[in-house]
DNA sequence: ACAAAAGTGTTAAGAATACACCCATGT
DNA sequence: ACATGGGTGTATTCTTAACACTTTTGT
């Protein structure tokens, strides 16, 4: 059944492999809202459609080199800006030239308060709502909502809402961070009085005010790094 | 930095994508040992070292076919045979070939009393437990570890111990499986209790006598398919 | 004085852990 | 009768979940 393909195989110089692709899902936190960075595609296929930054890996390339590149020329996002990047999945996807089958490698970066920076190069890069997204280019939806999943469980089991919060913040914030990716309601109680039971956190002698209420301290993670949890978290 | 291959990637006849390849940990219960089925590398590099069954993902062919080509090819396992396979992670590591880079897209396979077909292609297929693995090519055993890795975590919220136990099992048998798989022993009577309140088993009407002792009842899954628990198991 | 957000404890229910003896069978 | 593995329950600790009022500030 695959005789064929295992004869081409043998013959090392008429090996043509898959056209390779990484793309990104990039996330940042802004205004209690979870946002993903989206480009909008100058050619064809889904020509003027949005999509995820994303391109060609090349040979001699690793892929993480690969979506550096990538989402500073397409993106205007400097990938050393973001605090975190990690593997997603690796689909077998639709190409993006015409011809068939392509292998996408997918990353998710996180940011604080990150922003795209416009060149000549970069394709109208933008922020959109996770709430709210356009039509998407290939299957981009899909590898957005597997990238939530995978932020969603990560909350539970480590530190990772420090990549998109800033250095200092009061516990509301922390806590409608949660609530924001998390989808639902939490309890303030028991939502600060299990955070501080992880010994995560570290108070500052700093406060915000806002309005006319009762200043809020702001507190750091005291250990300025990803880090798993001993005990998940909800 | 990037801008010579930022310019190649412009003219598409130019691309030329980094070899691509497919490694397959394929894991199987015997005796109350994790196995992992591992080939003798014929060529260089690694020559007549043991290595995971894995080889080229060619154009026009989807990871998952390669993997099921390379498996069938190498060792002489058929994927349908296997209850459960999912794709691990990718890898950018050291090429096949000695010219340098290579990504390998890995994937775990799940069996039951599998065992490999050896014929004129096959490339002397054995399992190992992984308790006592030989020296490995490549990254090889690092891979191993990632799957180890995620099989004992997929047990914890899963019923995938099912991929790996015959269809019928007394209840010593589950927990030696997961014993050997986590690597610490378990409560036999909050084992059972746990197991029970999950509600995935069908006990059967049959008993399996061995030696002096008393017979032990039979039990099967109730759905003969992977599924999430909905509270994790330990 | 009031509006607005910050901050704080207790109770009850459920889950996890530790632990030891009797049962059915073959020899 | 004894050796072998099969099978069962309870008490304690820890974790989770539900729930409402006081404090500090600005206007």
Redesign the pocket.
């Known amino acids: 059944m695959w005789h064929t393909k295992w004869c081409i195989l043998h013959g090392m110089h008429t090996y043509t492999p898959p056209t390779l692709t990484v793309d990104t899902v990039v996330f940042r936190l802004v205004d209690n809202q979870l946002e993903v960075l989206l480009i909008r595609r100058g050619r064809e296929p889904f020509a003027g459609m949005w999509a995820l930054p994303g391109g060609y890996c090349a040979a001699g390339e690793t892929t993480e080199q690969a979506m550096s590149r990538v989402l500073a020329g397409k993106a205007g996002i400097i990938t050393s800006r973001l605090e975190h990047v990690e593997q997603l999945y690796t689909f077998d996807t639709v190409a993006r030239d015409p011809r068939g089958h392509a292998v996408s490698v997918t990353y998710m970066g996180l940011g604080r308060q990150i922003e795209p920076e416009s060149s000549a190069a970069t394709q109208e890069p933008a922020f959109f709502s996770v709430q709210d997204l356009p039509e998407l280019a290939y299957d981009h939806e899909a590898i957005i909502r597997y990238a939530i999943d995978r932020l969603r469980s990560k909350l539970t089991y480590t530190n990772v809402i420090w990549a998109l919060l800033p250095t200092m913040f ?4 922390l806590q409608t961070a949660y609530e924001a990716i998390l989808g639902r309601p939490l ?4 939502f ?3 955070f501080h039971a992880l010994d995560l956190l570290a108070a500052t002698e700093n ?1 915000r ?9 702001l507190y750091t993670f005291a250990h300025q790094k990803l880090e798993s949890l001993d ?2 978290f ?1």
Chains 1, 2 share one sequence.
């Open positions: 009061t516990l509301t914030e309890d303030k109680r028991n600060r009085k299990k406060m005010k806002q309005g006319a209420s009762r200043p809020a301290r005990k998940s909800d």
